[in-house]
């Protein structure tokens, strides 16, 4: 069976967990300082800080910006759960829009018709790793300045919506020339296992707010916050004499450990090599499906935005959900794992028990219900590649020409 996303352990992983396992050091350290370091300096933000998911580190954010019952966050209705449910988690409404014609991202007609005084984040997905449009969304934005409600400092001195990018899939994509983890004033990675980049479970949370905020002093606070509120990490306290801490805010646990920067230092030294292979993987699917009536092909690079290639949703033209889940069952049935990108939130049990409805979002459903990701990643061999090609083939045609 070709799987669908393996994550890329070899030696060099090994070695490097070998080691960090061997050092004395395995929770919060060196190795998690360094690569919050380089993910910075890669990313071109001003601050980093490594959490143990993007679930924790987008909830923690919200609440670290004072959103609470009295708020609303708009975030497209195509994404996975995570997406919603910290919103939910901090009391706040959630507020689902529909995406765009162009692609999978969020709608700015619909951003715009759900701007309310009460609306104090919104959080575009980089669906599949291709960017949302920052820059028109912050024009909404600073459009709607005038109604902006700040409920504490830190909203006043922001003085309009702030923009949460869910970068979970865009680590290393690019917009207007800028990576992903700059487009927005805080940008949440997720370095899952099935992400281009991986620490097995883990992400990462991107500061890049207005220079009146101080990232030095957002780094330190937030890192704290991460950890029970303790003002210094398990490292800082190792050091001679300093035991003593204090816990400045009651906090939460989710650090990232130097296991898990270990095989992420791993991953980022050579991700320049992964996204090249996997652009040259789009590209081969593109190069035979633009050939085919029936196929429509993600977007993933234009003069402004360039993906980072981590989902390739291919849809059929003219198909019924139903029998796009009979091409599915045919191409495993060929030993190839394909997938689906995403449920729209409405079709899954707990948003329609918060009276969300498929109905109002018909962009999303008509995506969805015409939607195969195929395999991509690393190691997929140029050999195993054709024979993803030949099975989606085989199997769209034999369903769609019966």
Not at 96 to 103: A, E, F, H, L, S
Not at 229 to 239: P, R
Not at 318 to 334: G, L, P, S, V
């Amino acid at each position: 069976m070709i799987p669908f996303s393996p994550p890329r352990i070899d030696q060099k992983i090994v070695d490097e967990v070998s080691a960090t396992l061997l050092s004395g050091w395995i929770t919060t350290g060196p190795r998690t300082k360094l690569f919050e370091k380089k993910i910075t300096e890669y990313c071109g933000c001003k601050t980093t800080v490594a959490v143990n998911s993007w679930t924790m580190g987008m909830e923690v954010f919200l609440r670290w910006w004072g959103i609470g019952p009295e708020d609303e966050v708009i975030i497209p209705v195509y994404t996975y759960c995570a997406s919603a449910n910290v919103v939910l988690h901090t009391g706040a409404t959630l507020v689902m829009v529909d995406i765009g014609v162009d692609d999978f991202n969020i709608s700015l007609e619909k951003i715009e018709a759900a701007i309310t005084p009460r609306t104090k984040v919104i959080m575009p997905v980089d669906i599949s790793g291709y960017p949302c449009d920052y820059d028109e969304i912050l024009t909404l934005v600073e459009r709607c300045q005038h109604s902006f409600m700040p409920s504490n400092e830190k909203q006043k001195k922001l003085g309009r919506i702030l923009i949460a990018a869910d970068a979970a899939h865009s680590f290393g994509a690019l917009y207007k020339g800028i990576r992903s983890g700059s487009c927005a004033d805080v940008s949440c990675f997720s370095f899952h296992a099935v992400k281009n980049l991986t620490t097995a479970e883990g992400g990462a949370v991107c500061f890049n707010l207005p220079d009146n905020f101080n990232h030095e002093e957002i780094y330190k606070d937030f890192a704290a916050i991460t950890l029970h509120g303790q003002s210094k990490d398990a490292l800082a306290k190792s050091q001679k004499g300093a035991w003593k801490y204090d816990v400045v805010i009651p906090g939460y646990k989710c650090n990232m450990t130097d296991i898990q920067a270990a095989i992420g230092l791993i991953e980022l030294g050579r991700y320049d090599e992964t996204l090249a292979r996997r652009e040259v993987i789009f590209s081969s699917y593109d190069e035979v499906f633009s050939k085919k009536s029936w196929a429509i092909l993600p977007p993933h690079k234009n003069k402004d935005k360039q993906s980072s290639y981590h989902l390739y949703l291919l849809r059929i033209n003219d198909i019924t959900e139903e029998q796009r889940d009979a091409i599915i069952h045919d191409i495993f049935e060929k030993e190839v794992s394909v997938n689906v990108h995403f449920q729209p939130l409405p079709l899954l049990t707990a948003y329609k028990n918060l009276g969300f409805s498929i109905d109002a979002y018909p962009e999303a459903y008509q995506k969805y219900k015409a939607e195969i990701s195929l395999p991509v990643y690393y190691d997929l061999s140029d050999g195993n590649l054709q024979k993803v090609i030949q099975s989606v083939i085989s199997s769209v045609e034999k369903v769609i020409l019966n």
